[in-house]
C-alpha cells in the first residue's frame, strides 16, 4: 500500500481518498495498485456496502495519471514500464466499471485525464462548483484514454468529439447538464454526504445526494451546442478545420487556433477512437482497443514531445510530427488501432 491512497471504513462505506496533493493527486503505478488491491478485497465484504472515492488535502480531485513517468518509459526503455502503467491502470477503470457495490465519486476540482477514468465508472458522480474535468491529452500528444472512447462518444450529438479534439474544461454545471456528473453540490455539503451515506441504508444513497443537491448555474456549453454539432459534425479531421475556417466568428476562430495548437495524429486517433468506441457494446472491448492506441502512442515522437513541451520545457511550442494533419495518413492510423499479438492483448482482471 502506498501513503499516495488513504482507506478507511466507516459505517457500511469503503473510503479511498487520493492523497498526492502536490502533485494534485495525480495517479502513480503504485496509487493504482493500491487502489485495485483495495477494491479486489472490499468487493468480498460483508462489511463493505457501497464504496467512496474522493481526495484527501490539497485542490484537485486528480489531474491525470504520472505523465512524466510515461514520456520516461518512452524515452528510457522502449515503452515497457509505460504499457504496464496503461495495462493496470485499465483493469483498474474496468475493476471500477464492473463492481458490484455502488460507487459514489466526489469530483470535487480538477479532474483531467486519469480523474476521470476513476471517477465516471462511477454508478453517482458528484460535481460541485470547484469541478473542472477535461480530458486534455490532444495537447500533450497522447490521445483520451481510460475510457474516452466509451464515455465520450456516447454524450449529446458531437459534444464527445469536440471534447476530446479541444480539450475543453468543463465545470460541474457543465458535467451535470451533460450527464458526466449524476448529481451537483455544493462543496460545503460533501462531509455531511458522506456522513449520510456512510450510515443510511445503500438504497438511499441517490435520495441523499438528491436532497442536499442544488440547482446549478446555467451550463454555458449548451448555447455552444448547435455550433459544435454543426462544425464537429464530421469524423474527418478536415472537414471540422474546414468548417471552422469557413465561418469567421469569435467561436470558430477561437476553437479553430486551438486546434491549431494540438497534435494532428492525436485529433485524428481521437475521431476514429471515439467513433469504433460508439459502435462496442462491451466497456472491456473499448479498454482492450485504447490498449492497443496507447500501446503505439506511447512511441510516436508526439508524445514525448508534447509532454517536454507542455510540463518539462513549459514552452508551450510542440513540433508536431506529423505537423499537418493530411500528413496523418490512414496507414499510420491503421498501424496505431491494429490489433496486437494475441499474448499482448489486454484483458480484465
Known sequence: MTENILTRIEGHAGIISLNRPGA????????????TEILLKWRKSRKVKCVIIDHAEGRGFCAG??????????????????RQFFHDEYQLNH????????????????TMGGGVGISQPAKFRVATENTRLAMPETGIGLF??????????????RVGPFLALT???LDGAECTELGLATHYLPSEALTEAKMRISSEDVDRIDGILGTLAVTPPEARIVGHIPLI?????????????????AEESDWTMKELATLRSK??????????????????????DNMAMEYRIGSRVLLRPDFAEGVRAVIVDKDHAPKWNPAQAEDVT??????????????????PL
Open 167 to 169: 480539450g475543453a474544461r
Open 144 to 157: 483520451p484514454d481510460v475510457g474516452g472512447g466509451w464515455y465520450l462518444s456516447r454524450l449529446e450529438g
Open 263 to 284: 497534435s494532428p495524429q492525436t485529433c485524428k486517433v481521437a475521431l476514429r477512437q471515439l467513433a469504433e468506441g460508439a459502435k462496442l457494446d462491451d466497456f472491456a
Open 95 to 110: 475493476l471500477l466499471f464492473a463492481y458490484p457495490k455502488p460507487i459514489i465519486a466526489f469530483i470535487d476540482g480538477i
Open 229 to 245: 454539432n454543426r462544425h464537429f459534425a464530421s469524423d474527418h479531421y478536415e472537414d471540422i478545420l474546414a468548417s471552422l475556417d
Open 65 to 82: 495519471g504520472d505523465i512524466n513517468f510515461l514520456r520516461d518509459s518512452a524515452l528510457t526503455d522502449n515503452g515497457k514500464s509505460g
Open 24 to 35: 494534485l493527486h495525480a495517479l502513480t503505478l503504485d496509487m493504482v495498485h493500491a487502489m
Open 330 to 347: 490512414d496507414g499510420l492510423l491503421d498501424a496505431i488501432f491494429a490489433p496486437l499479438p494475441k499474448k499482448e492483448e489486454w484483458k
